[in-house]
């Protein structure tokens, strides 16, 4: 059974920084582009960054851009999202996804990244 599985969200306060990582199991993680999406309280979901197969290209939105650094470890089979100088607008649930984009897409169960003073 295919399942990503999403963890490391929490309260930080604007300006800090956090690591969300996304463990993949029952299909070849290496094989597959990898997407981070994010869904804020009462909008639709949001393409935030992707990582090739090899992680060597790295698109951003603008709106992370310089701020948010995707990567991946195929031997782990994990997607990392590593945030910096977080602001509230970060706020939303963050979602991993294989196949972004496709017809099948596979999203996890999200992760609670709040950020607040």
């Known amino acids: 059974q295919e399942q990503l599985v999403e963890s490391g969200g929490g309260l930080v306060q604007p300006g800090g920084s956090l690591r969300l990582s996304c463990v993949a199991s029952?299909?070849?993680?290496?094989?597959?582009?990898m997407t981070w999406v994010r869904q804020a309280p009462g909008k639709g979901l949001e393409w935030v960054s992707s990582?090739?197969?090899?992680?060597?290209?790295?698109p951003y939105d603008n709106s992370v851009k310089g701020r948010f650094s995707i990567s991946r470890d195929n031997a782990k089979k994990t997607l990392y999202l590593h945030m910096e100088s977080l602001k509230p607008e970060d706020t939303a649930v963050y979602y991993c996804?294989?196949?972004?984009?496709?017809?099948?897409?596979?999203r996890g169960q999200g992760t609670q990244v709040t950020v607040s003073s």
């Open positions: 996804v294989k196949a972004w984009g496709s017809n099948r897409p596979l």
């Open positions: 029952g299909f070849t993680f290496s094989s597959y582009d």
């Open positions: 990582i090739s197969t090899d992680g060597r290209s790295t």
